[in-house]
T-cell receptor
Framework: DQQVKQNSPSLSVQEGRISILNCDYT??????FLWYKKYPAEGPTFLIS?????DKNEDGRFTVFLNKSAKHLSLHIVPSQPGDSAVYFC?????????????FGPGTSLSVIP | ETGVTQSPTHLIKTRGQQVTLRCSSQ?????VSWYQQALGQGPQFIFQ???????GRGNFPPRFSGLQFPNYSSELNVNALELDDSALYLC??????????????FGNGTRLTVT
């Protein structure tokens, strides 16, 4: 039972253009969402997060949008750079539980072409 | 600021053996979680430790066990290894839940191969 879904295994974008990575979730108890980036041979690195009380959070070139009614979130990267090429994981958690159980999606591999 | 460090980086074991993986938390973090990442999948939550006690567990059998030490470092032990245990094991540290939505800080993982 996959509670966090990333239906695009891979995405290719030209340098300078916008990258849009999508994520869907099924558990309505999730109230905190995160994006992680992972380079080969390294652990995932936290990128940006959003609480369910917001619908948008921006940090430099990265913006996350949350549509609670659709149980959908997306990560926008503008402009895309070759160094952004990595696997991006969407993740979700329920802050009301007594511990941090973060549920990860399967990831989307982003390639930014120079 | 010291990040999360894991050892060893790679390990090869035989089915039925036991393995211990180690993790040092990022300085200032009091909570440690372990995740298993199989090939082509996202990390899956194994368990979390806070104040040296397991305070949350995912869908993993009891042969997966752990420890957290007073300095917040941690061990993951897996007994009776199976071929399906072959994966990247990730340790992550964070501040306790009470601080609200604290992102996980991951180490680079231990690649375990069971033959």
């Amino acid at each position: 039972d996959q509670q966090v879904k990333q239906n695009s295994p891979s995405l290719s974008v030209q340098e300078g253009r916008i990258s849009i990575l999508n994520c869907d979730y099924t558990n309505s108890m999730f109230d905190y969402f995160l994006w992680y980036k992972k380079y080969p041979a390294e652990g995932p690195t936290f990128l940006i997060s959003i609480s369910s009380i917001k619908d948008k959070n921006e940090d430099g070139r990265f913006t996350v949008f949350l549509n609670k009614s659709a149980k959908h979130l997306s990560l926008h990267i503008v402009p895309s750079q070759p160094g952004d090429s990595a696997v991006y994981f969407c993740a979700a958690s329920d802050l009301k539980t007594s511990y941090d159980k973060v549920i990860f999606g399967p990831g989307t591999s982003l390639s930014v072409i120079p | 600021e010291t990040g999360v460090t894991q050892s060893p980086t790679h390990l090869i074991k035989t089915r039925g053996q036991q393995v211990t993986l180690r993790c040092s938390s990022q300085s200032g973090h009091n909570t440690v979680s372990w995740y298993q990442q199989a090939l082509g999948q996202g990390p899956q939550f194994i368990f979390q430790y806070y104040r040296e006690e397991e305070n949350g567990r995912g869908n993993f059998p009891p042969r997966f066990s752990g420890l957290q030490f007073p300095n917040y470092s941690s061990e993951l032990n897996v007994n009776a290894l199976e071929l399906d245990d072959s994966a990247l094991y990730l340790c992550a540290s964070s501040l306790a839940k009470t601080t609200g939505g604290s992102p996980l800080h991951f180490g680079n993982g231990t690649r375990l191969t069971v033959t």
